[in-house]
Each structure stands twice: as structure tokens, then as C-alpha cells.
């Protein structure tokens, strides 16, 4: 109990500091919300009263902690662009973002362990220098090059080489905006739509994971009791299985609560290429119309979901190891 005290407390320090921080950086950020609002012949009068119908007239800790009082009542605030309630945008945002980002962290490490597994067992051959090479290739490219790329080879491409109607794969949106489907063709479309930009997140995921995976299994594989399931003629890929992987879970599992919150907070540019009103493409729009309520309502969600997946990847971590919890 004084463990987990003690991490919560941690946890709420770093989130109050997070939040702070993100405060006083978008308050003296360059540039004024008022200006890109307001209409060219406005007079200084009339920039005045918006300024003080934003609450930016007062000084920055009255601002800081008028901030702070909302947020406490569960008010993240309204949009200055919009006029529109922060947890409207968010709640609109956020399940975008959590299906996308989900979904291809599930593939990640379904694929990534499995790749990474499948080299450790061919370690120094032509097969695992082979995928080495691809997969650093793959992890070190620019997400949103990537999604140029398939954009240009699945949409436009496609069509060029007269390539079957399933391989013309949509580039930009959730769905069809004239599609009308209903039903089992609605639920067909978007997932047509969003075979890309999983695609996408996944590859590159993937290659990082069974990087990871690779590295922990080489060096499962020279403990000594590997050594004697070998010995005693089990199968390689029961070896992989039930020694190499079960010992290997617990980082794994540490690493998969981890990448939660990066893979949300990283499909920002494959939004932004897709067209998917996710949290990445809505952040991104804040910030460039100094639209400080909804910055800081993405801030809070992110903060906090970085922090809850520490705190459940150190649990995860206590369960899978007995050790731990000894």
C-alpha cells in the first residue's frame, strides 16, 4: 500500500507539471489567438472586448488559475475558433484515435513478436540480416512518407496499371462522403478506408517491436534452461513458445502498456495525410489557430493516459513475474 501511495502521488506531481508547463508554453508561444479570429477592419476596441471574452486580458497567473478552478469542476473550457464545447471536440476525436490507434497496436505486436521471434530462432543468417535490414528500414522512415507512398500506389497507381477494383484502396476520410451505404456496407467502407493508414502505423510499429522481440529472445536463448528444453529434443518452435516467449512476457506486456498513449499521440501526421478527425489531426489544428482551451483539454488526455499506462504497466509487470510480487 505505501508503494502504491507513494506512485500515485508521483503520478499527480507529474501530471500537475505536465499541464503547468504546456500552460505557460502555449501562453508564451508567439502569436495571438485574437488576430487570426478577428476580422482584418476590425478597431483595437473590438480586439479588446474578444480578448476579454477569451479571458487573455487578465494576467497570466489569473489566467493560470481561473484555468485550474474549471477544471476542477470537470469544464475543460470552449473552443476559441469554434465556440464549441472542448469535451464535445475531444469526445468526437478521441474514439477516432483510439480505433486507429488500437487496432494497429494489437497488429504491432501480434506481427512484431512474431517477426521478432522468427529471427531470433535464424539469428545470423542471410533470412535474419535479410529482415533486419527491412524492418530498420520500415522503423526509420517518416510515418507520413510511408503514407504518401501507399497513397500514391494504392489510389492513384492503382488505377494506372489497372489493378483490381479491391486494390484501389480510398486515401483520404473515414468513408465514402457520397457512398450513402447502411448497415454491412457502411461497416465494409470504413474498414476499406482505413486499410491504409493501419497498414501504416502497424509496419512501422511492427519493425521496432520485433526488434525488441528479437534482442530479448537471443538472449533467452543462451539460459541454461533453453540449453537443457534443447537437449532434451524439443521442437524449436516449442522452445520459442514455452521457454523463450513465457519468460519474455513480462517485458512485453511493460512495453505493449507503454506504447498505448505513443501510438494515440503518434498517428498525428497519418491523420493529417488520411484526413481521419482523430485527436493528432485536432491537435494539430489547435495549435496552429492558438486555440489554447482545446490544447490543454489534449493535453490533459494525453498526460493523463501516459501516466495510467505507467502505472498499469508496472501491475502488468508484478503479475507476470512472480518474482516481483515476492
Avoid: C
Amino acid at each position: 500500500m505505501p508503494t502504491l501511495l507513494r506512485r500515485g502521488a508521483q503520478s499527480i506531481l507529474l501530471f500537475w507539471l505536465v499541464v503547468t508547463l504546456t500552460f505557460l508554453l502555449t501562453r508564451l508561444a508567439p502569436g495571438d489567438p485574437t488576430e487570426l479570429l478577428i476580422a482584418p477592419t476590425a478597431s483595437r476596441e473590438d480586439m479588446a472586448r474578444l480578448r476579454e471574452s477569451f479571458g487573455l486580458d487578465a494576467p497570466l497567473p489569473a489566467q493560470y488559475a481561473q484555468w485550474l478552478q474549471r477544471v476542477a469542476t470537470g469544464d475543460l473550457g470552449t473552443s476559441f475558433a469554434t465556440s464549441e464545447r472542448v469535451a464535445a471536440v475531444l469526445g468526437r476525436s478521441l474514439p477516432v484515435s483510439l480505433s486507429l490507434g488500437g487496432i494497429s497496436l494489437l497488429l504491432t505486436f501480434v506481427i512484431g513478436v512474431s517477426v521478432g521471434l522468427w529471427q531470433a530462432a535464424r539469428a545470423g543468417t542471410a533470412a535474419d540480416t535479410t529482415a533486419s535490414v527491412l524492418g530498420i528500414a520500415v522503423f526509420a522512415a517518416p510515418s507520413y512518407w510511408v503514407s504518401l507512398a501507399l497513397v500514391a500506389l494504392f489510389t492513384y497507381g492503382a488505377a494506372k496499371l489497372g489493378w483490381p477494383a479491391w486494390l484501389r484502396l480510398p486515401a483520404m476520410g473515414m468513408e465514402s462522403p457520397a457512398g450513402g451505404y447502411a448497415g454491412w456496407a457502411r461497416v465494409a467502407d470504413m474498414i476499406r478506408h482505413a486499410v491504409l493508414p493501419v497498414t501504416v502505423l502497424t509496419a512501422i510499429g511492427a519493425a521496432g517491436i520485433a526488434r525488441y522481440a528479437r534482442a530479448a529472445a537471443i538472449e533467452l536463448t543462451g539460459s541454461e534452461w533453453v540449453r537443457t528444453a534443447r537437449a532434451k529434443g524439443l521442437h524449436t518452435r516449442a522452445v520459442m513458445r514455452r521457454h523463450v516467449l513465457a519468460n519474455a512476457r513480462a517485458p512485453l506486456i511493460v512495453l505493449f502498456a507503454l506504447s498505448l498513449p505513443g501510438t494515440i499521440a503518434g498517428s498525428v501526421f497519418v491523420e493529417s495525410v488520411f484526413a481521419w478527425p482523430g485527436m493528432g489531426r485536432t491537435m494539430l489544428a489547435s495549435i496552429a489557430a492558438r486555440d489554447y482551451p482545446v490544447v490543454m483539454g489534449a493535453t490533459l488526455v494525453y498526460a493523463a493516459m501516459v501516466i495510467l499506462a505507467n502505472w498499469l504497466a508496472d501491475v502488468a509487470l508484478e503479475w507476470s513475474d512472480p518474482r516481483r510480487r515476492a
